[in-house]
């Protein structure tokens, strides 16, 4: 059963545009969610981070929203660079272990 | 400054063999976790050390997987009698916090191949 869930595979996007990321989680106890950014053959690398008690967070080109009710938050890149071709992973603390719980990741292609 | 490292970067192993995998933290970083990501997935946690101790193994996949971290620093994930579903990429990750809430900072990970 998993407790953060990345539905978008992929995400194909053209140069300048945003690209928008999305998470959704099932466990109403997560208070803190991260994301991370991981290049081929790399470890992966935080990006962003959100506490409950947001709903938004701001980094430069990245917005972390989280929506409390629905359980979801989503990642934006504005503009988006060709640099920013990754997978991008969302994740929480806690699921019933000490470690991080992951989505399964969201293959982000920026097209020129 | 030096990030998280881990050896060897791969790992080819025959089917029954046994495999020993090292990461080295962040200096003075208290927490450490090692990580399993097959093939299309996100990473799953396996273990977590609070320095020397081994607070949380709830997500070693059996007991052929052991961790260590004796002097609270570097760290060995011992996989024995390798099987193909072993086959995957384990992520090192530390932390300066004594919990694994916040950021953690991963290592390259080493991909093992078992045969």
């Known amino acids: 059963d998993q407790q953060v869930k990345q539905n978008s595979p992929s995400l194909s996007v053209q140069e300048g545009r945003i690209s928008i990321l999305n998470c959704d989680y099932t466990?109403?106890?997560?208070?803190?969610f991260l994301w991370y950014k991981k290049y081929p053959a790399e470890g992966p690398t935080f990006l962003i981070s959100i506490s409950s008690i947001k709903d938004k967070n701001e980094d430069g080109r990245f917005t972390v929203f989280l929506n409390k009710s629905a359980k979801h938050l989503s990642l934006h890149i504005v503009p988006s660079q060709p640099g920013d071709s990754a997978v991008y992973f969302c994740a929480a603390p806690g699921g019933g272990a000490d470690g991080l719980t992951f989505g399964k990741g969201t293959h982000l292609i920026i097209q020129p | 400054g030096a990030g998280v490292s881990q050896s060897p970067r791969y790992k080819v192993a025959k089917r029954g063999q046994d495999v020993a995998l090292r990461c080295d933290p962040i200096?003075?970083?208290?927490?450490l976790f090692w990580y399993q990501q097959a093939l299309g997935q996100g990473p799953e946690f396996l273990t977590y050390f609070q320095n020397e101790a081994q607070l949380d193994k709830s997500g070693l996949p059996s007991d052929r997987f052991f961790a260590e971290r004796p002097e609270g620093s570097v760290s060995t994930l011992k996989i024995q009698r390798t099987q193909q579903e072993d086959s995957a990429v384990y992520l090192c990750?530390?932390?300066?916090?004594?919990?694994?809430?916040?950021?953690?900072?991963f290592g390259p990970g080493t991909r093992l191949t078992v045969t």
């Open positions: 990750a530390s932390s300066l916090a004594p919990s694994g809430a916040y950021e953690q900072y």
């Open positions: 200096s003075g970083h208290v927490s």
């Open positions: 466990n109403s106890m997560f208070d803190y």
